[in-house]
């Protein structure tokens, strides 16, 4: 399943046509909108920090989600370079302007966006106030940090698409919606992608997957002598599709079984080591 966030009913326009969505009308509180097989919802969050994470996290109490959903937010941000106006990125950091903290989205999935970091603040940003990244909006660093009370940081995506240079109030519903549907073909087409790795067969794991018995051996192998928990099996089963995906195969993998007791640090390390390897 494909959750698409947007904090505005204009933003979301463009999507619930293409996908004809249809309005949930079983739920109250906030627009919620799906199709026909329920592979594509649409939740419409309201705008700000506090509105959008009220939203979402009322969401996955009520939908609970598997280890292969994935939420991806996409609306309009504001912007302090004119030649990112109308582009869609996808965010790979996120700054809460308030707490001056960073999150990180784990970047896992191949991707033709440009990436760039986003930060959020409780307020509309105009051009007199100070930014630490080239994009801004109201909304994404609560929705991460909402939506980790529930999931892995692989499965939340952020497509920002700039619409000023810090005058938000210039921009019109009409020019919303024009920059959201003119970014409908690249942003349908991952959505796209991402909901046929949703809808893999599911392993005796209870973990969507298509690996052959020796991709399935070494699975089981990393598993057992990593001493991995239920999560970082879901986030390896995510690089083994992934590399797959991109190599065809895994017979580039090289993973020798540590000797000795494996601690949680080691552990970490060596999980690191192994992802990077599946990465490359």
């Excluded at 790979?92 to 999150?103: F, G």
């Excluded at 210039?170 to 959201?180: A, E, F, P, Q």
């Excluded at 797959?244 to 080691?266: A, R, W």
Aim: hydrophobic share 35%; charged share 20%; proline share 5%.
């Amino acid at each position: 399943m494909i959750v698409i966030l947007t904090a505005l009913r204009f933003e979301a326009t463009p999507f619930i046509k293409h996908y004809s969505l249809k309005r949930d009308s079983s739920y109250k509180r906030n627009e919620l909108y799906r199709n026909n097989d329920n592979s594509i919802l649409l939740l419409v969050t309201r705008s700000g920090k506090l509105p959008s994470a009220i939203s979402l996290t009322e969401f996955l109490t009520t939908y609970k989600l598997t280890p292969y959903d994935h939420l991806i937010n996409v609306g309009i941000c504001g912007t302090s370079a004119t030649d990112n106006i109308g582009s869609v990125y996808l965010c790979n950091r996120i700054l809460d302007h308030d707490t001056a903290k960073y999150y990180y989205p784990d970047m896992l999935y191949s991707h033709n966006f440009s990436e760039a970091g986003i930060e959020t603040f409780s307020v509309p940003v105009n051009e007199s106030m100070t930014t630490k990244e080239s994009l801004v909006d109201m909304e994404s660093s609560a929705l991460f940090v909402a939506g980790s009370t529930f999931l892995s940081p692989h499965q939340m995506h952020f497509l920002k698409i700039p619409s000023d240079m810090l005058e938000p109030d210039k921009v019109s519903k009409n020019d919303v919606n024009t920059l959201i549907l003119d970014s409908v073909p690249i942003v349908t087409e991952w959505i796209d992608h991402l909901v046929s790795l949703s809808n893999a067969e599911t392993s005796a794991y209870g973990f969507p997957t298509s690996l052959f018995p020796e991709e399935q051996k070494l699975f089981d192998t990393i598993s057992e002598s990593l001493r991995l928990s239920v999560t970082m099996k879901e986030q390896l089963l995510q690089l083994f599709i992934y590399h797959k995906l991109i190599h065809g195969d895994l017979s580039d993998i090289d993973f020798c079984p540590p000797i000795g007791n494996v601690t949680n640090q080691k552990r970490k390390i060596l999980f690191e080591d192994l992802r990077q390897q599946f990465l490359q």
